[in-house]
């Protein structure tokens, strides 16, 4: 993001402050019509795109915004002025009927060439390149050999399916960006400026670290409930890795191991609830369910995840003898739990999101409920002049968001428009040769891919548009199939041999990224192992009765031991090899959807488990 002189720097202030305040007023009183919702958003952010976002990177820490900046500032409005101004006759218009007139085809088509410029500012190349090519693919697709062949459109009605309906740059992505997005960018920028997010901190520091391993456990816990509220693993390793890597080495942990840690810690915060990101209000919005059935469906995955971290940090700090802090060094419990009212702004977003409210006005409440919160506390007490901040920190984030779902918009028109998402289930079909478990393997690979290019967002949109549709025809739950590309997304963060979120850990710690990205991988594998247990086990998705879930819930903490003991191969004393592949087969027995197999496998973990506890006990 470019550091932008003093003067453009109050000017921008201003307009951000304008976005905002346009979007905390649609989110209280109400949003316009989608596809002027959407176009009115675009329109908003394109102008900080280019202003905040330098054509090369070198020019970042430049404070002048030259020229040709400002003027594609400027006239990447104008294709939303023009729906604004034409907007009840591009309603009514009739598509693939009526004419597309010459100043549709001009607007729409540099509606395209900004939106990829500046996806290629803010998003990264990856990205640019993919949109381009399903874009043009809409008009050269039927040119193309073989299986990739399209069929035939003009450019009209190229440019009419991206611009002037509600299925190209315009479509559900957009929308989510326009309304659910924004306002929890903003909490997320009220929970800063009021002292909850370093609350988060304290309260990790205070109860987990005086225990072995203290500082990995303060990563494991601050970076959950810190990346639940962020969305975005790489920004959560910096806000929280800058404090929890130092002192995870300064006990004792490797440098490659903290990396590691705090890498699968933050990665894991798109999937804890309450908020996790904007992909799941995405995928509410694909499935057409209310955001709490999102929620609910994360909570046990989620905490399997961060259970299993919890775990193996600690077998780790056992393993190697590692002590926490001293309670010195840590803020007072006491003085902690007494700011727990912190917590009300949380409380209240998870209670109105449960309760059926929409998350825009439950983030509204949210925002009041972190302005009140703050007035106690005289450091962090908010008034007109941190409020103004708070929006601001908050909506400036919102480019990243807005430009990759307006972005993932044209291949998901694409997609629907040239029947390639059908060409693709047909692939997938073709390779598995109807067998579903490897259609899973295969969208799993797909999704791996895409993470490891672009954006979580953009990569669940990509995944979702191209391999849902397979798993749904294969029998599977629309909402396991949504939720399995999402974890794949996610985790590609953490997979080698492209693991942003491991490369920027090892950044923080000084080690190798390959053996950050590894060690991740390690500590991250029941998330590779769960999605595909939940597409056979809705349990583990809370959507299988209480007998269902209970069982499902059960073999799940049976695999975050057995895996654990797998990993760092440590049950008070070291265990030999192929012990701990005994304890990799019991968690996959743990996993497993019938019910008599999955006791078989909590019953093999926890005889092994107590036959080697016996057996270092008698040998002592």
Known sequence: MRATGSLVKRIVYVYILGVGLFHLYTSVFGSFEAYLQRSLHLSMVFPMAFILYPM???????????????????????????????????????????????????????????????????????????????????????????VMQGLPFTFPEVIEQIYLTDEGIFSIPLGVSATFVMVFLIFG????????????????????????????????????????????????????????????????YPPFFAAAVESVASTGGQIMPPIMGAGAFIMASFLGVPFSDVIIAAVVPAVLYY???????????????LQGLSEEDLPDKRKVLLQSYKLLPIVALVYMLLSGYSPMLAAAVGILGAWLVSLPDPEHRMGPRKILDAIVAGSRNVPVVCIACAA???????????????????????????????????????????????????????????????????????????????????????????????????????????????????????????????????GLLSNAGWVGNSFAVFGGIGALFAMAFAMLGFIKTPIPMWQRYVFGAAAILCLWPLVAVKLAGVALTAAAAMLWSRKVATAA
Request: hydrophobic share 55%; charged share 10%.
């Open 56 to 146: 090369r990177a070198a020019d970042k820490d430049s404070p002048n915004v030259p020229w040709y900046d400002w003027i594609l500032a400027i006239a990447s409005t104008l294709p939303g002025i023009y729906i604004v101004l034409n907007y009840e006759s591009i309603t009514f218009r009739m598509v693939q009927v009526d004419d597309v007139t010459m100043a549709q085809q001009v607007l729409g088509t540099a509606l395209i060439f900004f939106l990829l410029e500046a996806t290629r500012r803010v998003v990264g190349m990856p990205l640019a390149i993919i949109v381009a090519f399903f874009a043009g693919y809409m008009w050269f697709g039927n040119w193309m050999p073989g």
């Open 408 to 538: 993932a918009g044209i291949v998901v028109g694409s997609v629907s428009l040239t029947g390639f998402g059908f060409k693709f289930v047909g692939l997938v079909f073709s390779l598995a040769q109807g067998i579903p478990f490897i259609a899973l393997v295969l969208i799993a690979l797909v999704s791996l891919i895409l993470g490891m290019g672009l954006p979580t967002t953009s990569a669940y949109i990509l995944g979702a548009a191209l391999g849902v549709p397979a798993l749904a025809q294969l029998g599977f739950d629309p909402l396991a199939a949504h939720m399995f590309v999402f974890y794949f997304a996610i985790v590609s963060n953490i997979t080698p041999p492209v693991a942003l979120a491991a490369y920027a850990a090892s950044s923080l710690a000084q080690s190798k990224p390959t053996e950050t990205a590894i060690q991740a991988l390690k500590l991250g594998i029941l998330a590779f192992m769960v999605p595909f247990a939940f597409c056979y086990d809705l």
């Open 189 to 252: 920028g009220f929970l800063e400026k009021s002292g909850v997010g370093q609350y988060f901190m304290d309260f990790a520091q205070a109860f987990t670290g005086t225990s072995p391993g203290g500082p990995a456990k303060i990563s494991v816990v601050s970076s959950a409930l810190f990346g639940s509220i962020s969305g975005a693993a790489v920004a959560n390793v910096y806000g929280t890795g800058t404090f929890t890597i130092p002192l995870m080495k300064r006990i004792g």
């Open 307 to 321: 259970g299993a971290v919890l775990l193996m940090v600690h077998l780790g700090a056992l393993k190697n003898n």
